[in-house]
Structure formats: C-alpha cells, structure tokens
Nanobody, 116 residues
C-alpha cells in the first residue's frame, strides 16, 4: 500500500522558514518523480517543485526561496521553505509520479500559514 505522510507545517511570520518532510512507503522510493503541490484557501492546486533523476524543478513563484531534496536512505522527501511570503499560505501535499499538477498518489497534506 502506497503511503505518503507529510509533516513540518505551521504558523510562521513573513520572512521565516519551514522544512516540510514527506515519508514514503509502499513503493520503490527514488525512482518516480516526486514533488510538492500546494493549494491556497479558495484556490486550485498549484505545482511547486519536482525532483527526478535528471534534476530539480521549481515554479517561478518559489524559485530561489524553496529547495527540494530527497534522502533515499530514509525514504523521505523534503521541501525547505525560506523567505516565506503571505501568498505561500496553503496546504502542501507530497505527490508521487508528479508532472505539473498531475500525480498518481498524494498525501494528506501539511498546512503552512504565513502571517504576521
């Protein structure tokens, strides 16, 4: 059974940082494209970042502020969020086989709130 469990969200002030984690199980971690999507309150799903064997990719809105990484020994995907802005507020989901906002499986999400 495929499982993706996110953690690390919370309330942070603008300019602050968070580190999101996603622990995966039930499949050969490290092979499919893994990544993050987010959904702001009242808005649709937005692609944030993807990591594949070929490299890392970011949405223009987060490039230079967010960093995606993977630890295959721990079956864990990370997203480091720096210099957070209020518009980064939303539910962040870890996703498997991610291409844009299409994926085969995603976790339950972790909430990030950026507010002063």
């Amino acid at each position: 059974e495929v499982q993706l469990v996110e953690s690390g969200g919370g309330l942070v002030q603008p300019g602050g940082s968070l580190r999101l984690s996603c622990v995966a199980s039930g499949f050969a971690f490290g092979r499919p494209a893994m990544g993050w999507v987010r959904q702001a309150p009242g808005k649709g799903l937005e692609w944030v970042s993807t990591i594949t064997v070929l490299g890392t990719y970011y949405a223009q809105s987060v490039k230079g502020r967010f960093t995606i990484s993977i630890d295959n020994t721990k079956n864990t995907l990370y997203l480091q969020l720096n210099n957070l802005k209020t518009e980064d507020t939303g539910m962040y989901f870890c996703a498997k086989d991610l291409s844009g906002t299409n994926y085969t499986f995603r976790g339950q999400g972790t909430l990030v709130v950026v507010s002063s």
